[in-house]
C-alpha cells in the first residue's frame, strides 16, 4: 500500500501512461486512512476546525484533500488508460445520479492487454 501511495506523489501530474488496478485501489484505501485520522484531530483541536450549523468541518482534511486532488486526478486517468479509456471518460461523473457508476466499473474492470496509452504495467514481484 505504501509503495502504490509513494508511486502516486512520484507521478503527481502524469496524466499519461496506465495504473494497475492495485495502485489505484490501494491510494483509495490509504486515503480513507488518512481521513479517518484526519477526523478526530481536527475534532479535538479546535483551531483545526470550524462549525456551520450543526456541521463541523476540517480545515486540515479541506488542504488534505487540495494537495491530492490532481495527483488522485492523474491515477484516476491513468487507472481509466488501463481498462482502454479516455482521461476524459471521468467527466461521465457530471452526470446526475448514475454517471459515477459507469466510472466506477471501469475502474474496477481487469487491465486490458496493450493499448494505445501503452504496454500493460506487469505486477511487482
Partial sequence: MLEAYKKMWQNYATF??????????YVVLANIIIGIIIGPISGFIPSLS???????????????????????????VRRLHDT??????????????????????????????????GANPKVQA
Avoid: C, H, Q
Fill in 84 to 117: 482502454g479509456k479516455s482521461g476524459w471518460y471521468i467527466l461521465m461523473n457530471l452526470i446526475p445520479l448514475v454517471g459515477w457508476i459507469f466510472v466506477l466499473i471501469k475502474l474496477v474492470s481487469d487491465s486490458e492487454p496493450d493499448n494505445e496509452y
Fill in 16 to 25: 499519461d501512461g496506465r495504473s494497475r488496478r492495485s495502485d489505484y485501489w
Fill in 50 to 76: 470550524y462549525t456551520f450549523g450543526n456541521i463541523s468541518y476540517s480545515y486540515l482534511g479541506f488542504i488534505y484533500s487540495l494537495v491530492t486532488f490532481i495527483p488522485g486526478l492523474a491515477l484516476t
